[in-house]
């Protein structure tokens, strides 16, 4: 959409926090993404991973910071999913990503219907579209697919590739993937890397969400360390193997351990 | 490689399995009763008291579609009721009683839709709650009297909304006695249909229906549109009380009590998932005529008035049963499975891990 603007980063938060009641869940995150790069988000359950992509995509509104997209700040009151879409960011979620009941054309389009102006949606061009999607984008042939099927009798890596899919659709500059891997098969993990490598192949930035250590390691560019809601440390994967970060992690959690004894 | 499901005949025509059971119970009430349903007044009789139950099915549909339920309707078809027939009876206001009355739904359906999306109160808690109370309230400001509207035919309200356009023609009897509340309702009917399913609102309704997080996610604006559906199946609750009022030329204070569970029992019975997510307005319609012919079928065929909830229920009861085997094939698949199994030994079908998949 804005590719062609000077930007640096595509999206940048400076000083945010975010509250639940008392419990802070996310401390003065300074983080910048740029183009062109997969950043891998690691940090143990309640680091505050989900949180900050939630604030990031508009799903939640921070308690204070602000939020750049391209250079430019944004009005956090109107801050929103659709906002988000609007500026070329998605978000692919594990399982939240698709509606299990509802065809994949539906899937593809809802929120964004390709509709006259009463509303009514064009079916035949959203099946179109839907249809070059799964054929071209994703690369699903064969194998009984149709823009007709219900999500629910699709794999986990199928529905991955799918969201995965849509969002490149939409020319999103940054794709979010929460967990794209949780609860898949070895074989369906491959489909899904590979297709977050064509993600940095086709000139987008990833923000890769995962508590597989080996998977992010594999893919990301830097990984961003979270630990109760502050970020500790950043690291490159050629700087540190999986088994020394690992042990980074694990000396993270009993140095707490440590602390609250 | 993994087997999938085509779509087979049954998922492409929509409604169809109960189409089928309508036209089954239609011959079968020819064959038991033919003196009554091979004549066509029955039939104009259907035209003129099915459509309230209709319209407030079709609402339904919309909402059980979405995930929710509403129990407050009969109470809008007491109150919008009681305001429509005060202000057209006591204060002659004509086509200002329909508005008020159409109004005072919307404004019912609103306040649930605000109870439900904004103050976050699962629907059938707060519709039921707003169930006693808009009952109560027709009852206080009506001091539980009924209101019979006494001449009503000669006005344009009662002509252009429950009139006999072709009455007084030379044109046969039945033709005479076809009400236009039925062509209304068929246009509101064909318009929702769209709506549902070829316009944005639908699709919304649908995924929410489906799942409220994955709604959000997707940028659907969940409350607002939760509030429209309610507002909406308030306006329709309203149409219903105003076309109830005058067809019958009275307004009392139970005029809505029947309704409840017929109407729910409508829309499960036409194939729309009591979980959300799919929803057929085909299918509510002839829940509707199923529901409606049964109690004129029975006491047609000579049996008493209190068979017709007996047979209702069984009908009931083995649509919710087919249906759940034909929405779920891993159940489908592990009953044929029970059926099949000494015949094709070797051949294990794993239900347990089909159902696994699904969350």
New interface residues.
């Given amino acids: 959409m804005n590719n062609d603007e000077a930007f640096t980063a595509i999206v940048r938060l400076e000083g945010v926090q975010k509250f639940f009641g008392p419990v802070q869940a996310l401390r003065d995150i300074d983080i910048a993404i740029g183009r062109n790069e997969i950043v891998g988000l690691i940090g143990d359950n309640g680091a505050g991973k989900s949180t900050l992509i939630k604030v990031m995509t508009g ?1 939640l509104a921070p308690t204070a910071g602000r939020i750049f997209i391209r250079d430019r700040e944004i009005d956090l009151a109107d801050y ?3 906002m988000a ?1 609007d500026l070329a960011i998605e ?1 692919v ?1 594990q ?8 065809p994949l054309w ?1 899937n593809f389009f ?4 390709i ?1 006259n102006r ?4 064009d ?1 035949r061009r959203e099946k179109e579209i839907a249809e070059n999607i799964l054929r071209h984008a994703i690369g699903f042939r064969g ?3 149709t823009v ?3 999500v ?2 699709l ?2 890596g199928e529905r991955q590739g799918i969201a995965i899919g849509r969002a490149m659709h939409y020319n999103a500059d940054l794709i979010i993937l929460d967990e794209p891997t949780v609860a898949l098969a070895v074989k369906e993990v491959r489909k899904v890397l590979d297709f977050v490598r064509r993600i940095k192949e086709s000139g987008r930035a990833a923000i890769y969400i995962e508590h597989n250590l080996a998977h992010v390691h594999q893919v990301a560019d830097r990984m961003v360390v979270l630990d109760r809601g502050r970020i500790v440390a950043e690291v490159a994967p050629k700087d540190m193997s999986v088994t020394e970060l690992t042990e980074y992690l694990i000396a993270l959690q009993q140095d707490h351990a440590w602390k609250s004894a | 490689m993994e087997k999938r499901v085509t779509p087979s005949l049954i998922a492409r025509i929509e409604g169809l399995p109960i189409i089928l059971v309508f036209l089954l119970l239609l011959a079968l009430f020819m064959v038991l009763a033919p003196q009554v349903f091979l004549q066509p007044f029955i039939y104009t009789t259907f035209l003129s008291t099915l459509p309230p139950l209709i319209l407030l099915a079709v609402g339904l549909t919309f909402i059980i579609g979405a995930g929710e339920i509403d129990l407050c309707f009969p109470a809008i078809i007491a109150f919008s009721g009681f305001v429509f027939a005060v202000l057209f009876k006591e204060h002659d206001l004509g086509w200002w009683a329909v508005a008020a009355g159409l109004a005072s739904g919307l404004l019912v359906g609103l306040v649930n839709g605000i109870l439900v999306a904004k103050i976050g109160l699962p629907s059938f808690m707060a519709t039921l709650a707003t169930q006693f109370f808009w009952a109560g309230m027709a009852t206080v400001l009506s001091g539980g009297k009924s209101y019979a509207l006494r001449g009503a035919e000669t006005s344009p309200v009662w002509q252009w909304i429950v009139g006999r356009p072709f009455s007084g023609t030379d044109l046969p009897i039945w033709v005479q006695q076809i009400p236009l509340q039925s062509l209304w309702t068929a246009i509101i009917v064909i318009a929702l249909w769209f709506i549902l399913n070829r316009h944005r609102f639908g699709e919304h309704t649908l995924f929410i229906g489906d799942s409220n997080s994955v709604s959000r996610v997707l940028g659907i604006d969940v409350e607002t549109e939760k509030i429209k559906l309610f507002t909406l199946m308030g306006g329709l609750a309203a149409v219903a009380a105003i076309m109830l009022t005058l067809e019958n030329k009275n307004y009392f204070g139970n005029q809505g009590q029947g309704y409840l569970l017929t109407a729910i029992a409508s829309v499960l019975i036409g194939g729309t998932s009591i979980f959300g997510g799919r929803a057929t307005i085909v299918g509510t319609v002839f829940g509707c005529f199923i529901i409606g012919m049964i109690e004129a079928g029975l006491v047609a065929t000579g049996l008493t008035g209190a068979w017709v909830r007996t047979i209702q229920g069984l009908v009931f009861l083995t649509a919710m049963i087919f249906y759940l085997y034909v929405d779920e094939p891993q159940r489908r698949a592990a009953f044929m499975a029970r059926l099949t199994r000494f015949q094709r030994p070797g051949r294990p079908i794993d239900t347990e891990a089909k159902g696994g998949l699904r969350r």
């Avoid at chain 1, 399982?95 to 509802?102: T, V």
């Avoid at chain 1, 809802?110 to 219907?113: D, I, K, L, N, W």
């Avoid at chain 1, 009463?118 to 949606?121: K, M, N, S, T």
């Fill in positions: 799903l929103s999913v659709r879409h978000t979620y399982d939240r990503s698709l509606a299990e009941k509802q539906r809802v929120g964004r219907q509709t009463f509303g009514f949606i079916i194998a009984g697919i007709d099927s219900t629910a009798n794999s986990g």
